[in-house]
């Protein structure tokens, strides 16, 4: 396992990377790699049993200047101040790197939800919409799920925002059940932008991802469907993992019926016909493309000179540190950055978004047409980016793209010297 790397520093030291090539000014670097402001809560609410629990809970709104904050709420244990600020300034450069007019914002409260009945984590979700409630709307900051949320964290979460409002706004949260107001697509989105990702990097890499061999750290939303879309593009899954471990079988595994297994065993570990390996194996494996789909510092410097894979296509946020990104790029090993190849859950969140303002619903084939262009054209920019300027990998390609564009509003905004 990886060291812990803070999430903070390392958003920190990429943005310092990519600012000394496009020249941002001394005057506005600070400003680049802070949230511009951050929530801090306690939330008390009663338990089952009649007794009263407080946990803590963080919204960052890290940079409003290319439109609303927009980011998800994450339930996890290791759910820290700092964790959330990085979160959030990932989210406004993900933003401007696939120019979706957003800012960057991230929440999350310091549980681990297997611990709570669905009415505890009911009445916990709904005392944070309330604590939200004067930083969040439609055109302010629009939360969205993550790790542990989903359709039904943000039905109650605009259910509270609804009721203290008084008013109806569906477009105040993304990530909404379909009758709510959801989007087509939006579950798969994540996970079909990973996809798209390594399909447009085996082709800029000129090779064929059909019969690549594929390695997936992560089993849960991104990484399940990011696996099952790169089987249907032809490539071999031969290795998934989850927090309980990992599994390998050389001749390739069915996606879909992992993900089977693992809905009926509670973990992706014992699916029948692979060898059980640890994660560390999964993640320095001999394959094509390695795809860590799970949480922050995954890989660190160590792991990384180990990495055998010579693509790495980031469906969570900040799987690899600086350190690992550092002797990535000495190995030519290419990494295509979570700011663009996880950017189809909230390139999906803003159709979603789009189509609750027109109270008008777009057919999944509409939204997944729409995404592949917006993707493709990213990664397009990505590439000349990376081609016409002296940096040292795509992420930092990525940061001057995302840089640009906020500081160009920032400044068209009139607040430039
Ligand atoms: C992420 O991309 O990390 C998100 O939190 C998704 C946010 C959204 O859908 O608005």
Redesign the pocket.
């Known amino acids: 396992m990886s060291s812990e790397a803070n999430p903070f520093e390392s958003l920190r030291e990429q943005v310092d990377d990519a600012a000394a090539v496009v020249d941002a000014g001394s005057g506005v670097i600070e400003r680049l790699k802070n949230p511009e402001r951050v929530l801090e809560t306690n939330l008390t609410f009663e338990r089952d049993d009649g007794s009263l629990e407080t946990v803590r809970a963080y919204r960052s709104q890290f940079n409003g200047d290319r439109g609303p904050y927009?980011?998800?709420i994450r339930y996890h244990p290791g759910v820290t101040r700092d964790e959330v600020k990085a979160?959030s300034g990932?989210?406004a450069y993900?933003c401007a790197v696939v120019d979706i007019p957003?800012g960057g914002g991230?929440g999350g409260i310091a549980i681990d939800p297997a611990d709570y009945s669905a009415d505890e984590l009911e009445r916990i979700t709904r005392a944070f919409a309330t604590e939200l409630r004067p930083l969040i709307g439609e055109d302010r900051d629009?939360?969205?799920?993550?790790v542990n949320t989903g359709q039904r964290e943000m039905n109650w979460i605009k259910d509270t925002y609804e009721t203290l409002e008084n008013t109806t706004a569906p477009g105040v949260i993304?990530?909404k059940a379909i009758d709510s107001g959801g989007s087509e697509g939006?579950v798969e989105?994540?996970g079909r932008s990973v996809a798209l990702s390594a399909r447009e990097a085996f082709d800029w890499l000129g090779r064929d991802l059909a019969g690549a061999t594929v390695a997936v750290q992560g089993y849960g939303n991104a990484g399940s469907v990011a696996a099952a879309l790169l089987d249907d593009l032809g490539a071999t899954v031969v290795a998934v993992s989850d927090s309980s471990g990992a599994v390998h079988a050389p001749d390739g595994l069915d996606p879909s019926d992992v993900k089977s297994h693992k809905s009926e065993t509670g973990s992706v570990t014992g699916y029948l016909g692979a060898d059980d390996i640890t994660n560390d194996e999964l993640l320095t494996l001999d394959v094509d493309c390695l795809v860590p789909a799970a949480l922050e510092n995954a890989v660190d410097g160590d792991l990384a000179a180990d990495v055998a894979a010579d693509l790495i296509v980031e469906a969570a946020?900040g799987p690899l540190t600086p350190d690992a990104d550092d002797v990535l790029a000495e190995r030519d090993v290419h990494v295509v950055p979570?700011i663009l190849a996880?950017?189809g859950?909230?390139t999906?969140?803003?159709f979603e978004w789009v189509q609750n303002r027109q109270r008008f619903s777009w057919t999944e084939e509409r939204v997944n047409e729409e995404l592949e262009r917006v993707i493709t054209a990213a990664f397009d920019t990505l590439v000349d980016t990376y081609e016409s300027n002296e940096v040292h990998n795509l992420r930092t390609a990525a940061y001057v793209v995302g840089i640009g564009r906020i500081v160009d509003a920032y400044d068209q905004a009139g607040n430039w010297p």
Do not use: F
Request: no cysteine.
């Open positions: 927009k980011g998800g979160l990932w989210m993900k957003y991230k629009i939360p969205a799920p993550d993304t990530g939006r989105a994540t946020n979570d996880n950017a859950g909230v999906v969140s803003y």
